[in-house]
């Protein structure tokens, strides 16, 4: 069955800290993998999007790794800011898969002054 | 701005009764995508429509169906509502070649409320 597990399920940490999530799936045959970052009530923003062949992709303070045999990713968040605070997501799709990504139920960041 | 703007924001309503959530994409976006996002869950993909046709289905409950129309607006139904129902409803559009999916664009949701 396809799946994307994410952890941890919530973190706190302070401001100007770093911290890294992570995302392992089983999705099969791998297409691609996403992270999008949700701020409470609102719509999921892209940060990332990595194929097969991409280990790292950066975005500003974010930064995310893949490791296509191991079916792991990691997102980095370096100096973190308030503004970070939100949830993250990590999405898999598989090849063929038109319109049905597998969303992971992502990871609650908080970020205290 | 993702392009795409859903209405109405917020909705309440009763148990059993019907509601639409309306979907606009940018103009001449032919793909739109709907979701669904329980409290403290993942969202769950329902339906694609691709230039007015439907291209891949969801988990999608046989109480709900979608439709794009001409104007390539599209429109979420839900019917014989139940508490359950209660949710965020995300559409989204994406730049992906031929309606495939490519980077998704959300939209701020629909957020249902079922008493």
């Known amino acids: 069955k396809n799946q994307v597990e994410q952890s941890p399920q919530s973190l706190i940490i302070l401001e100007g800290k770093n911290c890294t999530l992570q995302?392992?799936?089983?999705?099969?045959?791998?297409?691609?993998l996403r992270w999008y970052k949700q701020d409470t009530g609102r719509g999921p923003v892209s940060l990332t999007i990595?194929?097969?062949?991409?280990n790292t992709k950066s975005n500003g303070r974010y930064t995310a790794t893949l490791d296509a045999d191991t079916k792991q990713s990691s997102l980095h968040i370096t100096a973190s800011q308030l503004s970070d605070s939100a949830s993250y997501i990590c999405v898999v799709s598989a090849v063929g898969s038109q319109g049905n990504l597998i969303f992971g139920k992502g990871t609650k960041l908080s970020v205290k002054p | 701005d993702s392009g795409v703007t859903q209405t109405p924001k917020h909705l309440i309503t009763a148990t059993g009764q019907r509601v639409t959530l309306r979907c606009s994409p940018r103009?001449?976006?032919?793909?739109v995508y709907w979701y669904q996002q329980s409290l403290d869950q993942g969202l769950q993909f329902l339906i694609q429509y691709y230039n007015g046709e439907e291209r891949a289905k969801g988990n999608i409950l046989e109480r709900f169906s979608a439709q794009q129309f001409p104007d390539l607006h599209s429109e979420l139904n839900l019917s014989s509502l139940e508490l359950g129902d209660s949710a965020l409803y995300f559409c989204a559009r994406t730049v992906g070649h031929k309606g495939n999916t490519g980077e998704l664009f959300f939209g701020e949701g629909s957020r249902l409320t079922v008493l």
């Open positions: 990595m194929t097969f062949s991409e």
């Open positions: 103009s001449g976006d032919l793909s």
């Open positions: 995302c392992n799936y089983t999705v099969s045959p791998f297409s691609n």
